[in-house]
């Protein structure tokens, strides 16, 4: 290397990413999560919920155990009808096996079965696998029953517990049967017959192994499926509420934004316009007085009757707008006055059910009141069809509620679905109140909403 050229550090060679490679670690990362699951729990609230299922689990084998002890009770008649030790036998082993069904039963009730249910299988599996020999004694050997014996290890199978405990468990199992076995029979049992015992109690006891990780794999990977689509789903109606919040927030803000506008529409409608009108209603009857004997009076006349039909319009419209009446008398007159702004003419008779003379509400909440009201009543008036209109308002428990009820043929609300049906929803919840719409009996719609006296 030339003096004064830079040093160039070396790197050691990354290792090949070839897809073999790949392949092989992939393998090996399945192969050793699935042997360290068992050691390393997956979540305190996964072994809760295990520890619930295995106790189930346990307490459904032994009822089952039970049953079929007494169920096959009769069946040792005729199977041993020329046997009568061997019925004797049976007998003692199906009346252990349901004393100790019946203790299991009793332990798991408790606080301590219900936490420690594989010590429990364990512990009770060895007892029945003394029960066996103290009633079976050499006639297991003789009569080939010791085989059966072996289905012991699977009855680790459906329970969930990590790789170590489930082989402890199994080996505890395995090991005292077999001590039994050569402790009873000692040198009487020939080595044809021990050698073919050891393998397969070898065989069973690896795949009860292997089946019961199976399902306690499985399981702690669905449950872990269920707590994340669980965390996901409580994401996601915490994203929806917030999202609805800001809605309203902003439906609230648009509702007080056009109110605002309509009442500053309203003063200024109220103070210009009005006034143009009232002085030219003036000089129209002046010129009137001055035509009083010309053709021309007629024409005057009919100027001053359009001008009276737009004074109407434009007190209408400011009533709609922003009514006066609710400022100056408050909800309570301004519903009684909805009510016979609706009923004439050709509208429907409006009876208005209300004890209470003054409401003291907020602005907010007398408004709502009465925009809800108004937007009902022109649906009654417009879809509905009815002759008569039941309007009540009452104080119940701090609420106010408001009742509109019409007997005209329902479903105005579902023919009138739109800006004015979301307003009053919008209004109703704005005020921290509810809005219900029901159909009526025999016919007509129900509008009921309920409102706080302070929002």
């Known amino acids: 290397m030339h003096?004064?050229?830079?040093t160039v550090e070396e790197r050691p060679a990354s290792p090949p990413t070839d897809q073999p490679t790949q392949a092989i670690h992939a393998s090996r990362s399945r192969i050793d999560a699935w042997l360290l699951f068992g050691a390393h729990a997956p979540s305190e609230r996964f072994w809760e919920d295990a520890t619930a299922r295995n106790a189930a689990s346990l307490r459904g084998m032994v009822v089952s155990l039970a049953l079929i002890m007494l169920l096959w009770w009769p069946t040792d008649a005729i199977v041993f009808a020329d046997r009568p030790e061997f019925r004797l036998a049976?007998?003692?082993?199906?009346?252990s096996y349901v004393t100790l069904c019946v203790?299991?039963?009793g332990i798991l009730g408790t606080k301590t079965g219900k936490r420690h249910p594989v010590l429990l299988l364990t512990l009770s599996t060895c007892a029945f696998s003394y029960a066996t020999v103290w009633s079976l004694g050499r006639s297991i050997i003789d009569e080939g029953w010791f085989y059966a014996a072996y289905i012991v290890p699977f009855a680790t199978a459906p329970l969930l517990m990590p790789l170590r405990q489930r082989i402890a468990s199994i080996g505890t199992m395995v090991t005292f049967w077999l001590a039994l076995l050569f402790t009873t029979v000692g040198t009487d049992l020939p080595s044809?017959?021990?050698?073919p015992y050891l393998a397969y109690a070898s065989f069973t006891s690896l795949a009860a192994l292997v089946l019961g990780h199976l399902v306690y794999y499985h399981a702690a990977d669905a449950f872990d499926l269920r707590e994340r689509l669980a965390e996901l789903n409580l994401r996601l109606e915490d994203r929806v509420a917030a999202s609805t919040r800001e809605l309203r927030a902003l439906a609230r803000r648009a509702v007080n934004e056009r109110e605002a506008e309509s009442r500053v529409l309203a003063s200024e409608l109220h103070d210009d316009v009005g006034q143009v009108l009232a002085g030219l209603r003036i000089e129209l009857g002046l010129l009137a007085r001055i035509l009083r004997e010309d053709d021309r009076a007629e024409h005057v006349q009919r100027l001053s009757d359009l001008v009276d039909r737009l004074a109407q319009a434009v007190r209408t419209t400011l009533l709609r707008l922003r009514p006066r009446i609710l400022d100056d008398l408050g909800p309570i007159e301004s519903i009684r006055w909805?009510?016979?702004?609706?009923?004439?003419?050709?509208g429907p008779a409006v009876q208005v059910e209300c004890t209470l003379r003054h409401l003291h509400?907020?602005?907010?909440?007398?408004l709502a009141m009465f925009r809800v009201v108004q937007e009902a009543l022109t649906n009654v008036v417009r879809h509905a069809r009815a002759q008569r209109v039941i309007l009540s308002i009452v104080r119940d428990d701090g609420k106010i509620r408001v009742t509109v009820s019409d007997d005209g043929i329902g479903g105005a609300y579902d023919r009138a679905q739109g800006l004015g049906l979301l307003g009053m929803r919008e209004r109703a919840h704005a005020c921290g109140g509810t809005l219900r719409i029901e159909p009526a009996e025999p016919h007509g719609t129900v509008v009921?909403?309920?409102l706080?006296?302070?929002s």
Request: proline fraction near 5%; aromatic fraction near 6%; glycine fraction near 8%.
């Open 361 to 366: 509400v907020t602005d907010e909440v007398g």
């Open 3 to 6: 003096a004064g050229s830079p």
């Open 192 to 195: 044809s017959v021990s050698a």
């Open 452 to 454: 706080p006296e302070t």
């Open 90 to 95: 049976y007998l003692r082993l199906r009346l």
């Open 103 to 105: 203790v299991t039963f």
């Open 338 to 346: 909805l009510a016979d702004e609706t009923q004439r003419g050709d």
């Open 448 to 450: 009921t909403l309920e």
